[in-house]
T-cell receptor, first 115, second 115 residues
């Protein structure tokens, strides 16, 4: 079945450091891939998404490229800020009619950015 | 446009009781999905409703049930509560709910504690 593997945290960085959070997936066909973020005390928010191979999703300085050959969707940001401290979740939605709205999630990576 | 709302935000129950959680989707959204979030298991899909019909179901026991009303509001019910049901229950709405590319918008969640 479909699955998502996400690097474990917590990740602690200094402000302006480069961020990479690894995400790989197992799925049949071409799933849609998502990064969601959960700020402390808040609900999940979509950060970015990519719906086909080689697509790059981007938002708020974050980027992730859908790599079919390596089944990966790594999240990157060139210069993190304290306000980026949150938990980041990688997720996929399958392509079969029965499961295309059922998000499969990674376990989340907690990011703490120090000033 | 108002976001997804969930009520109540916090609940404390004892083992054996039952509980009903409510979710109001974004206006115009017809699909509502429910997820359970726990530290050990992460985010797991419970079920999805569209036009008052359950379209998809996760691997949870029959104690977990849901329904959707004609105004797209949804409720989930957990009967005979167990300690392991303590979790954050998240609701997400989708405008069309027809494709894996559709973005799911999440509410803040209901924190259920079972004593």
């Amino acid at each position: 079945g479909n699955s998502v593997t996400q690097m474990e945290g917590p990740v602690t960085l200094s402000e302006e450091a480069f961020l990479t959070i690894n995400c790989t997936y197992t799925a049949t066909g071409y799933p849609s891939l998502f990064w969601y973020v959960q700020y402390p005390g808040e609900g999940l928010q979509l950060l970015l998404k990519a719906t086909k191979a080689d697509d790059k999703g981007s938002n708020k300085g974050f980027e992730a490229t859908y790599r079919k050959e390596t089944t990966s969707f790594h999240l990157e940001k060139g210069s993190v800020q304290v306000s980026d401290s949150a938990v980041y979740f990688c997720a996929l939605a399958g392509t079969n009619a029965g499961n295309n709205r059922k998000l499969i999630w990674g376990l989340g990576t907690s990011l703490a950015v120090n000033p | 446009k108002a976001g997804v709302t969930q009520t109540p935000r916090y609940l404390i129950k004892t083992r054996g009781q039952q509980v009903t959680l409510s979710c109001s989707p974004i206006s115009g959204h017809r699909s509502v999905s429910w997820y359970q979030q726990t530290p050990g298991q992460g985010l797991q899909f419970l079920f999805e409703y569209f036009s008052e019909t359950q379209r998809n179901k996760g691997n949870f026991p029959g104690r977990f049930s849901g329904r959707q009303f004609s105004n797209s509001r949804s409720e989930m019910n957990v009967s005979t509560l167990e300690l392991g049901d303590s979790a954050l229950y998240l609701c997400a709405s989708t405008q069309r709910g027809a494709s894996s590319t559709d973005t799911q918008y999440f509410g803040p969640g209901t924190r259920l504690t079972v004593l």
